[in-house]
């Protein structure tokens, strides 16, 4: 029983920046972690970056690697996905996703919780 919402996406140009959050609920440290995934249309789902509850390791994809940071916001099961210098290639739909123990950190199918996304747009 885990409940996740995102919030914070939005309209930006190219180079802006934009926040979205994920605010979890329910057993949620009962998971391993954070992940974020985003989704454009007819594109597959891919891994964006990742968070541990216990060490607050991060893990990113070498296509925002530099750019975006992952992070937990206080001691609250809220994680947050800054992201900087976007790109056109950064729209998408932007999902946040809970993962057991014991699971590939970067694979879309090790989730088991995803809440209903958020869009980005990247646009001038």
């Known amino acids: 029983q885990v409940q996740l919402v995102e919030s914070g996406g939005g309209l930006v140009q190219p180079g802006g920046s934009l926040r979205v959050s994920c605010a979890a609920s329910?057993?949620?440290?009962?998971?391993?972690?954070l992940g974020w995934f985003r989704q454009a249309p007819g594109k597959d789902r891919e891994f964006v970056a990742a968070?541990?509850?216990?060490?607050?390791?991060?893990y990113y994809a070498d296509s925002v690697k530099g750019r975006f940071t992952i992070s937990r916001d206080g001691a609250n099961a809220t994680v947050s996905l800054q992201m900087n210098s976007l790109k056109p290639e950064d729209t998408a739909v932007y999902y946040c996703?809970?993962?057991?123990?014991?699971?590939?950190?970067?694979?879309?199918?090790?989730?088991?919780?995803w809440g209903g996304g958020t869009q980005v747009t990247v646009s001038s």
């Open positions: 968070i541990s509850w216990s060490a607050g390791n991060t």
């Open positions: 996703a809970a993962r057991p123990y014991g699971v590939t950190i970067t694979a879309t199918t090790s989730y088991d919780y």
């Open positions: 329910g057993r949620i440290f009962s998971t391993s972690g």
